[in-house]
């Protein structure tokens, strides 16, 4: 008997890849995954075919490619990626394509990758943080959050993911070396805890809710491994690294002007998160999403298995 596929938007990324891996990996082999790419060649997705997944084409920005991509599937993982093109308006849109290709193939169950729209709390005209991009306070939130209203009238699970502690060491974020030798860990979030999680046990997480059939369909799940201050995680990093970490934050108005891609979005992304830090993390319960994966990783386990990745990241900074 065929089984139920799974399509996967992102499957040679950071969360569909992880999706993509724990379905393969499951001893049950509940579904067939299908990973989507655009680069069907690439040396990620030759990877995925050699473990088992189906690799097809699709491309976000091309309806019919999508169709084709989702046609004949059970449920959909799909995620966009901001960081590619910096345009909450192409996000936007590619979601408005991800929609009507999983409406036209009939899909029974989408996940959808998603985050808040913070203009919810923060309205445009609110001066608390300034506005990006003319309609934005986050722009990498809250093209995501608007677009939840497309999936309306889908089965869909809207996902609430959380900051990735894999950005320590793959955007930059991680522990460097201050004036005086010694290493600092910058983290705008003050004394506020910080949902994190590993990106993997994003698509794990995924996989948890296509598992439970339906019983996440209509709802919104927001997931998190582990919620701590920049202290707390300082002191994790200390141990790993064998030297003392000292957790640095920073005025978001400060932090807005370091100059690097998306500051002035990742500092109000912070700010957010410290303004509204009680509703941040009720969103995130660590425990629902220790049900959706009972393997899901603390910090410091995540830590120990990058231990190398994070030393090299180290010494790449200047
Ligand atoms: N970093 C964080 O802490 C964090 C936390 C929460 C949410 N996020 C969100 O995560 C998203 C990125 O997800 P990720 O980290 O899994 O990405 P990633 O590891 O950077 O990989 C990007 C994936 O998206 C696919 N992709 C991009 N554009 C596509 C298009 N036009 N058509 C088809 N596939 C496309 C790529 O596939 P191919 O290249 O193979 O086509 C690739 O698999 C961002 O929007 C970000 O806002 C990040």
Redesign the pocket.
Known sequence: MTKPIIAV??????????LVRSILADPDREFEVRA?????D?P??RELAAKGAAVVF?????PA?LERAFKGAHGLFA???????FSPER?YS?AQNIVDAARRADVAHVVW?T?EDTRERVPLHDKRMPTLMQRYKVP??DA?GEADALFRGLPTTLLR????W??LI??GMGPRRGEEGSLIFLLPMGEHPLP??A?VD??ACAFGIFKRGSRFIGQTVGIAGEHLTGSAMSAELSKVLGEPVRHVTMPHAVYAQLGFPGAEDLANMFQYKCDFNAEFRAQRPVALSRELHPGLLSFGQWLALHRDGLRASLQEKP
């Open positions: 938007v992102g499957a040679t990324g950071a969360q569909g890849g992880g989507i790419s655009r680069k069907t690439s990620a997705a699709g491309d976000l920005d091309d490619s995620v966009t990626n901001f960081w590619e093109h996000e590619q990758s985050l990498h939130f995501k993911t959380s900051f990735y894999d950005n793959h955007f994190g999680i990106a994003i698509g």
